[in-house]
């Protein structure tokens, strides 16, 4: 019974520990968005600053789901995974609209459009 019980608390540490992560890396990443989004050509580089400490948020968030892969149940491993690969395209897709800003720099149509995820709602 006492086995059965500290399995329990394992599990439920490493499920906190993920939802931690995981919340931190989606702020990192919501502010990363938004230096980008904000940032003129000459204001790229702070935005690359808040985009290296997404990415390290993200990779925090990775290092929690390698434990709940393998204390978690199967509904639970797959739902991390599911997170796991929302943070990573956020991240790729981050890093791939911070390249087409950069190559644009300097002319009028230097940004693409705000990604839906971390723009305002319009309001009718």
Partial sequence: MEHHRWRREVR??????????????????RRAWT??????????????????????LVGAARRAAST?????????????????TALGVALA???SWH???VRG???ETWRPDTPRMYSKPERG
């Fill in 105 to 107: 720099a300097g002319t």
């Fill in 12 to 29: 439920q540490a490493a499920y906190s520990a993920l939802i931690t992560e995981a919340v931190a890396a989606e702020e990192g990443l």
């Fill in 93 to 95: 897709d981050l890093f």
């Fill in 35 to 56: 230096a980008l989004i904000a940032a003129g050509p000459v204001d790229l580089d702070e935005a690359m600053e808040r985009m290296r400490a997404a990415e390290n």
């Fill in 68 to 84: 709940v892969a393998v204390e978690g149940s199967t509904a639970v491993v797959e739902s991390a995974d599911a997170l796991m």
């Fill in 99 to 101: 390249a087409d800003s």
